[in-house]
């Protein structure tokens, strides 16, 4: 090894009886080869596994060390998405979204679109109900609002937390507040290489909020930053509202590993609080982009073995919390995804197996076994 990079800096050296000429040729010193060499992989590179922190639909994501994009248009619910994944660093278990850790993981949450007191209300009404705590604890949770500071100071204070606080993961509410232009390719690329820096070297996911372009027709994220972002990111959420204007959908567009197939859905509860959509089906496409039809044809021992997997989901109990009864379904029950727990769950009710209803104070939506006496 040593001998090689003698011979890389004698190749840079001037031959003898030649004037040394600088900018015709640079030389190599031996710092330049060990930092070259320090970037060298081989398929024998011994490296530490990637971790994720959380999974949604049981396949893993926001990984440590990477940069996650969560993009939408305005008031599409990328900040609730975001309130979700934090009480899931709390509580393990929230929607369709599950921590791997097995302790909770320690959140910087930075806040620069905001004013003070929204940055408050989400922490004391979505994130703390959510989790299902009176107070969130100190030493796990960092949240800081940092909207009143120019845009030099906010870089230098989102360097300083990520560096001091070491979080499992960090939420930059507005990524594009850390530049003067959102179309200035300078800054994006170095705004970006700084946060990369920041995940590797605090082994963090770094998770950057970035609003989409305007027109409805226009998905890609916006300015010099978005374009960044995309290329940069491990992984791309995007977070929309659909037509009834009450369904909110997570759907992740890009992932450099096993991409989530499952799209999220969810509603605002009469608390206010996010809720799995329990009625919401996308119509199908082809390989070509057109609709295809949602009938199927089920044999009568395939509606049987659907009922029971319902009833099973109950695991003995008369009855069960919407959410609950899915996340038993898709993770004990052998149910695919979501999409297949609606049309079985459906098919319990018409059949008249189960039944909906609603917390009279909450408005939380529960399922009720009213036939458990089937011949299964």
């Known amino acids: 090894m ?72 305005a008031k599409s619910g990328k900040t609730t998405f975001l309130s979700i994944l934090m009480a899931a660093t709390i509580k393990r278990e929230m929607l369709a979204v599950e921590r791997l850790t097995d302790e909770p993981l320690k959140v910087l949450w930075i806040d620069t679109e905001q004013s003070q007191q929204s940055t408050q209300e989400i922490m004391k009404e979505r994130i703390m109900p959510l989790a ?48 003067t232009d959102i179309n200035d390719a300078v800054q994006a690329t170095l705004i970006m290489e700084k946060l990369m820096e920041l995940a590797k070297e605090m082994n963090c996911c770094i998770v950057c909020v970035l609003h989409q372009n305007k027109s409805e027709q226009d998905r890609n994220m916006r300015g010099s930053i978005g374009t960044e972002l995309t290329n940069k990111a491990f992984e791309v959420f995007q977070c929309s509202i659909l037509g009834d204007d009450e369904t909110f959908k997570v759907e992740q567009t890009y992932s450099r590993k096993r991409k989530i197939k499952q799209n999220f859905y ?29 009938k199927e044809d ?60 609603n917390h009279p104070d909450t408005g939380e939506q529960w399922v009720e076994l009213l036939d458990n006496q089937l011949p299964f």
């Open 266 to 294: 969810y509603i605002i509860n009469k608390s206010g609080l996010p809720e799995a959509c329990a009625n919401y089906h996308e119509q199908p496409r082809d390989a070509q982009g057109r609709f295809m039809s949602m």
């Open 132 to 179: 299902g705590v009176d107070k969130l604890d100190d030493t796990q949770f960092y949240a800081y609002n940092l909207r009143g500071a120019g845009f030099e100071k906010r870089g230098r204070m989102v360097d300083v937390a990520i560096r001091s606080i070491k979080p499992d993961i960090c939420i930059i509410d507005g990524v594009k507040d850390l530049m």
């Open 298 to 357: 089920v044999s009568p021992d395939e509606v049987k073995a659907q009922l029971k997997t319902i009833v099973d989901a109950f695991e003995g109990r008369t009855q069960r919390r919407f959410n609950e009864l899915m996340a038993v379904a898709l993770k004990r029950c052998g149910v695919a995804d979501a999409a297949t727990y609606y049309s079985y769950l459906a098919k319990a009710e018409e059949t008249g197996v189960v039944r909906r209803m």
């Open 2 to 73: 040593i001998e090689e990079k003698l011979n890389l800096i004698k190749s840079s050296l001037p031959l003898k009886g030649q004037a040394a000429n600088p900018s015709a040729k640079k030389i190599i010193s031996m710092q330049d080869l060990d930092e070259l060499q320090s970037g060298r992989i081989t398929p024998e590179t011994e490296l530490p596994p990637m971790q994720p922190l959380f999974s949604i639909y049981g396949v893993p994501c926001f990984y440590r060390g990477e940069l996650t994009a969560d993009c939408g248009k």
